[in-house]
């Protein structure tokens, strides 16, 4: 009989940020998944997925910010790739369908750059809130990601 080896699942970047974003604060699986909204076996999976992974260290409670980081930065678009699928006729949805195409309207022209720049600030955000600066209080444009890392 083969064993399996484990598969990422999205749901373990929203636990691992989970665990990031509670900081030295001590925390336990239960009031976790609670909080998640996931069952606690979930949250049991998704630990034995991220130590095989080498996200999480060896007794699970700390998160491995340095790969983490280069996970979300390099490896996340090869574990959960997208594949555009061909063009086929749907039905509105959303803002989309009535009554609410009367009222919102969407903006083709500068779609793409305004996306773009939200994508660059979502990463920069989430670059602070996984690596601080270590040089300043207060770094304010901390793009690069290795360079204040120490």
Same mark, same amino acid.
């Given at each position: 009989?083969?064993?399996?080896?484990?598969?990422?699942?999205?749901?373990?970047?929203?636990?691992?940020?989970?665990?990031?974003?509670?900081?030295?604060?001590?925390?336990?699986?239960?009031?976790?998944?609670?909080?998640?909204?996931?069952?606690?076996?979930?949250?049991?999976?998704?630990?034995?997925?991220?130590?095989?992974?080498?996200?999480?260290?060896?007794?699970?409670?700390?998160?491995?910010?340095?790969?983490?980081?280069?996970?979300?930065?390099?490896?996340?678009?090869?574990?959960?790739?997208?594949?555009?699928?061909?063009?086929?006729?749907?039905?509105?949805?959303?803002?989309?369908?009535?009554?609410?195409?009367?009222?919102?309207?969407?903006?083709?022209?500068?779609?793409?750059?305004?996306?773009?720049?939200?994508?660059?600030?979502?990463?920069?955000?989430? &670059?602070?809130?996984?690596?601080?600066?270590?040089?300043?209080?207060?770094?304010?444009?901390?793009? &690069?990601?290795?360079?204040?890392?120490?």
């Amino acid at each position: 009989m083969k064993t399996q080896q484990p598969t990422m699942s999205p749901l373990d970047v929203v636990v691992l940020l989970k665990i990031i974003s509670m900081g030295n604060q001590p925390w336990n699986q239960k009031p976790l998944a609670e909080a998640l909204f996931m069952s606690q076996s979930e949250i049991s999976k998704s630990f034995a997925r991220s130590r095989y992974a080498g996200l999480l260290d060896i007794s699970g409670k700390k998160v491995r910010k340095l790969a983490f980081m280069e996970f979300l930065q390099y490896g996340i678009a090869y574990v959960f790739p997208q594949q555009p699928g061909a063009v086929v006729r749907g039905i509105p949805t959303a803002h989309s369908a009535a009554p609410l195409n009367e009222f919102i309207q969407s903006r083709s022209s500068g779609h793409r750059e305004k996306a773009l720049f939200a994508d660059i600030a979502l990463s920069r955000s989430i &670059h602070r809130w996984l690596m601080p600066c270590k040089m300043t209080q207060n770094c304010t444009n901390c793009s &690069h990601s290795l360079m204040h890392l120490g």
